[in-house]
């Protein structure tokens, strides 16, 4: 499985960005998308997912800002991000993840920095 992300950039605070990250190659019907952010000196953080029936979860961080919604039949997820504040500098990856014989794989993309001045 190969996932590649677009969308990142550099946004004033207040601003909005649009992630999307497609997903290709064998991927498993049932299977969770989402979006994890890492900045310098900082471990890899969860920001949202999504399965493929729907199922959402968000970080506490972005609740009310973030939407993440995907496209099955592309095999895409989206991150629409609104009301950016600095601290939501960081680079993006893009994951995929599915259970596979009693254990969890995890796929992910190669990241896009995302930037918000103040």
């Known amino acids: 499985v190969q996932l590649q992300a677009f969308g990142g950039g550099l946004v004033h605070a207040g601003g909005f960005l649009r992630l999307s990250c497609a997903a290709s190659?064998?991927?498993?019907?049932?299977?969770?998308m989402g979006w994890y952010r890492q900045d310098p000196g900082n471990q890899r953080e969860l920001v949202a997912t999504?399965?493929?029936?729907?199922?959402?979860y968000y970080a506490d961080s972005v609740k009310g800002r973030f939407t993440i919604s995907r496209d099955n039949a592309k095999n895409t997820v989206y991150l629409q991000m609104n009301s950016l504040k600095p601290e939501d500098t960081a680079v993006y990856y893009c994951?995929?993840?599915?259970?596979?014989?009693?254990?969890?794989?995890?796929?992910w993309g190669q990241g896009t920095q995302v930037t918000v001045s103040s």
């Open positions: 994951n995929l993840g599915h259970s596979y014989s009693g254990s969890y794989v995890n796929y």
């Open positions: 190659g064998s991927i498993v019907s049932f299977n969770r």
């Open positions: 999504i399965t493929s029936v729907g199922d959402t």
